[in-house]
T-cell receptor
Framework: KAGVTQTPRYLIKTRGQQVTLSCSPI?????VSWYQQTPGQGLQFLFEYFSETQRNKGNFPGRFSGRQFSNSRSEMNVSTLELGDSALYLC?????????????FGPGTRLLVL | GDSVTQMEGPVTLSEEAFLTINCTYT??????LFWYVQYPGEGLQLLLK?????DKGSNKGFEATYRKETTSFHLEKGSVQVSDSAVYFC????????????FGSGTQLTVLP
């Protein structure tokens, strides 16, 4: 089975712009979660989508949004970029149910905001 | 809220040395516990997991035992290799919400030949 794929792998933007990142989960996985990784804050949960619905959201401003399509692919969008949004954005899809649930991560999209 | 505390790094060991990376947690429910590894320039890879007290997760020579009485999930390996050099993250999920992981700060491991 192919793993979680994320595109693009690298991105450079300037302050004030917006960006869209894409994630394709492992085939058959319906849940997609997004995380931000920075040296200062570590790994922080952004949001989770299941069957095209956002089910959980972390403590991030409204500039961060996402969506999920009927084929389970997900996108996240960051509007009005700030320098502090520079980070590695990781997507994960979930297998199993209940206590057996396990997240599998993609390689990430590294965003640099100048 | 839920939290994970990991041993401060970085950790530097010689090849074939014994490794322990400490991890303790605070959770309101009965969490599942995970260790993930991140190699330079890559995403996170699941190393091992345990879903209930006294479970032992193991993979590639790494082991961790879910200790409810000490709220710990320490990672161990008997003989590290240079290829084990990476950042290791301890994480938890409260039952039924593994889609929202809470991570520790990560421990950088460097193994010297």
């Amino acid at each position: 089975k192919a793993g979680v794929t994320q595109t693009p792998r690298y991105l450079i933007k300037t302050r004030g712009q917006q960006v869209t990142l894409s994630c394709s989960p492992i085939s058959g996985h319906r849940s997609v979660s997004w995380y931000q990784q920075t040296p200062g804050q570590g790994l922080q949960f952004l949001f989770e989508y299941f069957s095209e619905t956002q089910r959980n959201k972390g403590n991030f401003p409204g500039r961060f949004s996402g969506r999920q399509f009927s084929n389970s692919r997900s996108e996240m969008n960051v509007s009005t970029l700030e320098l502090g949004d520079s980070a590695l954005y990781l997507c994960a899809s979930t297998s199993g149910g209940g206590s057996q649930e396990t997240q599998y991560f993609g390689p990430g999209t590294r965003l640099l905001v100048l | 809220g839920d939290s994970v505390t990991q041993m401060e790094g970085p950790v530097t060991l010689s090849e074939e040395a014994f490794l322990t990376i400490n991890c303790t947690y605070t959770a309101t429910g009965y969490p599942s516990l995970f260790w993930y590894v991140q190699y330079p320039g890559e995403g996170l890879q699941l190393l091992l997991k345990a879903t209930k007290a006294d479970d032992k997760g193991s993979n590639k020579g790494f082991e961790a035992t879910y200790r409810k009485e000490t709220t710990s999930f320490h990672l161990e390996k008997g003989s590290v290799q240079v290829s084990d050099s990476a950042v290791y993250f301890c994480a938890l999920s409260v039952s039924g919400s593994a889609r929202q992981l809470t991570f520790g700060s990560g421990t950088q491991l460097t193994v010297l030949p």
